[in-house]
């Protein structure tokens, strides 16, 4: 599967954005997706993840209640809803494949990475 993140931007603090990622071929409801983002500075950290049917999800502390990951499995496409949005959520968001159907936290459990899309949170 190949993936491509895209609905990255700037945008206040407080506010909202949504990130897609559309996946090409067939097996995409074989797998369980995952955002993880990368600040400036830092290592690449877990963000969120979906079971390969969309029954299960994990987020992170730092983004509970304030994110929400989805997919479309007819669209092959995940999404990650993001509310009331911070500056310490300023990062490059990656979304990425995990190796079998379950929803996993680490990365090292992932092998099918997308490109990265920028959000930039201002104060």
């Known amino acids: 599967v190949q993936l491509q993140a895209s609905g990255g931007g700037l945008v206040q603090a407080g506010g909202s954005l949504r990130l897609s990622c559309a996946a090409s071929?067939?097996?995409?409801?074989?797998?369980?997706m995952g955002w993880f983002r990368q600040a400036p500075g830092k290592e690449r950290e877990f963000v969120a993840a979906?079971?390969?049917?969309?029954?299960?999800?994990y987020y992170t502390a730092a983004v509970k209640g304030r994110f929400t990951i989805s997919r479309d499995n007819a669209k092959n496409k995940l999404y990650l809803q993001m509310n009331s949005l911070k500056p310490e959520d300023t990062a490059v968001y990656y979304c990425?494949?995990?190796?079998?159907?379950?929803?996993?936290?680490?990365?090292?459990?992932?092998?099918?990475w997308g490109q990265g899309t920028l959000v930039t949170v201002s104060r």
């Open positions: 979906i079971g390969n049917r969309g029954g299960l999800t």
């Open positions: 071929g067939r097996t995409f409801s074989s797998y369980g």
């Open positions: 990425a494949a995990a190796n079998g159907p379950v929803a996993r936290l680490e990365l090292r459990e992932y092998d099918r």
